[in-house]
């Protein structure tokens, strides 16, 4: 069960906008909703905040945003701040109940 | 307060047998999905497996037999039994509520090594 496709690393500066891509196939997360972001600060647990390719939890910046096209989905941060600065996964329903993540991306806030 | 604490992690030699707990507060297991999710040393998460409200069970291929998911309701808490242990199965693992991972604990450290 191969991951989804993720960059290995992005960076932007403070105040910029950088945008996480995340790549799958048509039948995993081009076949579903079921695609959510989360984002791990260095020894510390993920946070969920992406779900649903697009909708935002409860207490997640507007600064986050998310979107789908086809098999790839993207995590947009605008108007990027130090504290963004974290690792990014992807996940997505991959069918006959199974999920998968993707391999990660490191922000740089530079 | 909603949260999830695991326990049960630690040093095991290879093909030894570990269980894991997962438990929760603020919220029902019975009626939700609760995954393991697990992190090797400086990698990527890995999906291990899913119990559902209805108490069906499913894992990643890479299990192949050896971990099973549990509940106790009474206990409001999630289990993972792991046997005949490798060493790839070192990691940090998680529990996470729901199909989205809305909710994560703070992990428990398995270690395999002889």
């Known amino acids: 069960q191969s991951a989804l496709t993720q960059p290995a690393s992005v960076s932007g500066s403070p105040g910029q906008s950088i945008t996480i891509s995340c790549t799958g196939t048509?039948?995993?997360?081009?076949?579903?909703?079921?695609v959510s972001w989360h984002q791990q600060h260095p020894g510390k647990a993920p946070k969920l905040v992406i779900f649903?390719?697009?909708k935002r939890p409860s207490g997640v910046s507007n600064r986050f945003s998310g979107s789908k096209s086809g098999n790839t989905a993207s995590l947009t941060i605008s108007g990027l701040q130090a504290e963004d600065e974290a690792d990014y996964y992807c996940?997505?329903?991959?069918?006959?109940?199974?999920?998968?993540f993707g391999g990660g991306t490191k922000l740089t806030v530079l | 307060e909603v949260q999830l604490v695991e326990s049960g992690g630690g040093l095991i030699h290879p093909g030894g047998s570990l269980r894991l707990s997962c438990a929760a507060s603020?919220?029902?297991?019975?009626?939700?999905?609760m995954n393991w999710v697990r992190q090797a040393p400086g990698k990527g998460l890995e999906w291990v497996s899913v119990?559902?409200?209805?108490?069906?069970?499913y894992y990643a291929d890479f299990v192949q037999g050896r971990f099973t998911i549990s509940r106790d309701n009474s206990k409001n808490t999630v289990y993972l039994e792991m046997n005949a242990l490798r060493a790839e199965d070192a990691a940090m693992y998680y529990c996470?509520?729901?199909?989205?991972?809305?909710?994560w604990g703070r992990g428990t450290l398995v270690t395999v090594s002889s």
């Open positions: 996470a509520r729901d199909t989205m991972f809305d909710l």
């Open positions: 603020g919220f029902s297991v019975s009626v939700s999905y």
């Open positions: 119990i559902y409200s209805a108490g069906t069970t």
């Open positions: 048509s039948s995993d997360l081009g076949a579903y909703i079921y």
């Open positions: 649903d390719v697009s």
């Open positions: 996940s997505s329903y991959r069918g006959t109940n199974v999920w998968v």
